[in-house]
């Protein structure tokens, strides 16, 4: 999509009314908008949830916590989610992935902003439906017996994948384990 169809979009019209109504208010200028948008997405981007994986593969203390209250888990290592985060973990038993199916809520801070695709009405509607024939569109193939749980993202709630460490990288360090870490496996629709 470009950012002319963007613009046209009946919520982007929207957000824009409010703004224009906020500003006209007093309540912030067109700069401070901006500037808040600015420092938000400088900060937003798919290392920040490279890292929470990283740690939770080397921490077990850490990897508790992260599962148990994803947004307190985050701020340790200095990241600010901005909103209940609940992350899932990937097990030999069952494999997560995340959507929104309302509309396109994603943890932007964690992964930067979202891929076109995540946001697609097709996505967001067979996700749910044909879990299994979507990530094989994606190049995971998943086992039979693997049981895959769609995790349903809202302005509330959002969700984080937190891979299986692959195998092989028992010696490897933090920062290398980060490396290995994928946007897509962050979402659910790559391994790792
Ligand atoms: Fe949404």
Redesign the pocket.
Same mark, same amino acid.
């Given at each position: 999509m470009s950012p002319a169809e963007h613009a046209d979009l009946p919520v982007a019209a929207r957000v824009r009314r409010f703004e224009e109504r906020v500003i006209a208010a007093g309540l912030a200028t067109e700069a401070g908008l901006d500037g808040f948008l600015d420092a938000f997405l400088r900060d937003a981007a798919p290392v920040n949830g490279a890292r929470l994986v990283a740690r939770a593969w080397t921490d077990p203390a850490f990897r508790e916590r992260l599962l148990a209250d994803g947004r307190a888990a985050a701020a340790e290592l200095g990241i600010e989610a901005g909103y209940r985060l609940q992350v899932v973990e990937n097990t030999a038993a069952v494999h997560n992935v995340i959507v929104?199916t309302?509309? +396109?809520?994603y943890p932007v801070r964690l992964l930067g902003p979202s891929p076109s695709w995540y946001k697609s009405a097709a996505y967001r509607a067979r996700v749910v439906r044909e879990p299994r024939a979507v990530l094989a569109e994606f190049g995971l193939e998943l086992p039979p017996g693997t049981e895959i749980a769609v995790w349903d993202?809202? +302005?509330e709630a959002r969700y984080l994948v937190l891979p299986r460490r692959p195998d092989g990288t028992a010696g490897a360090g933090e920062e290398a384990l980060a490396g290995l870490v994928t946007r897509e496996g962050l979402i659910g629709t790559a391994p790792v």
């Open positions: 929104c309302l509309c +396109s809520c993202s809202s +302005s």
